[in-house]
T-cell receptor
Framework: NAGVTQTPKFQVLKTGQSMTLQCAQD?????MYWYRQDPGMGLRLIYY???????DKGEVPNGYNVSRLNKREFSLRLESAAPSQTSVYFC?????????????FGSGTQLSVL | KQEVTQIPAALSVPEGENLVLNCSFT??????LQWFRQDPGKGLTSLLL?????REQTSGRLNASLDKSSGRSTLYIAASQPGDSATYLC??????????FGTGTRLTVIP
């Protein structure tokens, strides 16, 4: 029962470096999300994908890009990392964008930008 | 914008006690409210989901209530156990892809 799988679990970057966070789900969910979690703040939505081939901005999209490669995979890319992007990143998925459906989360990626 | 508050930020109780975690919100126009559990270094696990038309949901020792008129939800945990130690977050859904999270209450159950 893999559920939502994120890689890597930890990453340290220097300012200006780029990287891609990978996420895959095996529950045949249509909707996928990227959140960041910072101390003292609730989780904030970066980007989401309601279905394969579509992506939309969330609350805090600046500095990020996403790709919905197929129904299973949704990646998050930092083109030029900044210290303000130091955070824990979570991928999540849910059944087709229907209200009142539970979210399933990956275990997170802890990212530090020096 | 929806504001979600969870007080206290941390709570310690002895094993066996019943306890209540609180979640308050500013806008009652919601579709549902979810309670999540987060263990250190792990992702979130959905515990209970209360739809807007419902007043409460129960799962085992957990009972969640929703009062939209007062902008409050509570998560009641009966007969707490050390394994219940975790951070509990509430989240409100206001649209298909709009989910607003609180900052959580870190619960420690002391054996």
């Amino acid at each position: 029962n893999a559920g939502v799988t994120q890689t890597p679990k930890f990453q340290v970057l220097k300012t200006g470096q780029s990287m891609t966070l990978q996420c895959a789900q095996d529950m045949n969910h249509n909707s996928m999300y990227w959140y960041r979690q910072d101390p003292g703040m609730g989780l904030r939505l970066i980007y989401y994908s309601a279905s394969e081939g579509t992506t939309d901005k969330g609350e805090v999209p600046n500095g990020y890009n996403v790709s919905r490669l197929n129904k299973r995979e949704f990646s998050l890319r930092l083109e030029s990392a900044a210290p303000s992007q130091t955070s824990v990143y979570f991928c999540a998925s849910s059944l087709p964008t229907v209200l009142n459906e539970k979210l399933f989360f990956g275990s997170g990626t802890q990212l530090s930008v020096l | 914008k929806q504001e979600v508050t969870q007080i206290p930020a941390a709570l310690s109780v002895p094993e066996g006690e019943n306890l209540v975690l609180n979640c308050s919100f500013t806008d009652s126009a919601i579709y549902n409210l979810q309670w999540f559990r987060q263990d250190p270094g792990k992702g979130l696990t959905s515990l209970l989901l209360i739809q807007s038309s419902q007043r409460e949901q129960t799962s085992g020792r957990l009972n969640a209530s929703l009062d939209k008129s007062s902008g409050r939800s509570t998560l009641y945990i009966a007969a707490s156990q050390p394994g219940d130690s975790a951070t509990y977050l509430c989240a409100l859904q206001t649209g298909a892809n709009n989910l607003f999270f609180g900052t959580g209450t870190r619960l420690t159950v002391i054996p």
